[in-house]
């Protein structure tokens, strides 16, 4: 299911397919536990398209419409702490390692 057939829609319509699609999910799973599955990757399937239908839902709530990523405008906030927790932990990583290698000769 593609992102444009979910925004032509209704609320109500999403709200049921997710509803559907998280049985038949709960189903497999059961079975998948007692038995081989057909398709094993119809569990994957079926999980990424309650997010699509879910992400829209919540681009509607929002009322973003889904004309601008809204990953990208939080991506430099998460980018900025990211790259500092990753350069302090390169910086610890790097002593750390000198350390023991001065201990150890």
């Known amino acids: 299911m ?20 998280e049985e038949e999910r709960f189903r497999l799973k059961f079975r998948s536990a007692t038995e081989t599955l057909e398709d094993p990757l119809r569990l994957r399937f079926i999980r990424k398209d309650v997010a699509r239908l879910k992400t829209v839902l919540r681009e509607r709530e929002l009322g973003t419409g889904g004309a601008a990523p809204v ?35």
């Open 71 to 105: 990953v990208a405008a939080e991506g430099g906030k998460a980018g900025a702490r990211g790259g500092k927790s990753a350069t302090k932990g390169a910086a610890r990583g790097g002593k750390a390692a000198t350390k023991r290698r001065g201990a150890s000769r």
């Open 2 to 21: 593609q992102a444009s057939e979910i925004r032509e829609m209704s609320d109500q319509d999403i709200r049921a397919r997710v509803a559907e699609l």
